[in-house]
């Protein structure tokens, strides 16, 4: 599965971002997908994860009541929606799949990643 993340861009602190991720070759419909982010020397980080239906969902602490992932049942794209964006936002994002139809917050579960798109938020 080959994903491709884009939405990134240069945003000024308290405003938004939607980030899309999308897959070729094949669908992400039964797919746990996670988003995940890596800030300059810092190790990559879980963001956001949802299941394969949309049902279950998990975030980090950092940014749960300002970012929402979404999917539409049976649809291979995943959304990241960034609100109230912060400086400390600022990374490169990553969209990644695994093989189970369950996401993890365990970064190591997942075997299939987008190239990232950077978000920069300015102060």
């Known amino acids: 599965v080959q994903l491709q993340a884009f939405g990134g861009g240069l945003v000024q602190a308290g405003g938004f971002l939607r980030l899309s991720c999308a897959a070729s070759r094949r669908t992400l419909s039964n797919n746990g997908v996670g988003w995940f982010r890596q800030a300059p020397g810092k190790e990559r980080e879980m963001v956001a994860t949802?299941?394969?239906?949309?049902?279950?969902?998990s975030y980090t602490d950092s940014v749960k009541g300002r970012f929402t992932i979404s999917r539409e049942k049976g649809k291979s794209t995943v959304y990241l929606q960034m609100d109230s964006l912060k400086p400390e936002d600022t990374a490169v994002y990553y969209c990644?799949?695994?093989?189970?139809?369950?996401?993890?917050?365990?970064?190591?579960?997942?075997?299939?990643w987008g190239q990232g798109t950077l978000v920069t938020v300015s102060s």
């Open positions: 949802i299941n394969w239906d949309g049902g279950s969902t």
């Open positions: 990644a799949a695994r093989r189970r139809a369950l996401a993890s917050t365990d970064i190591a579960t997942y075997t299939h």
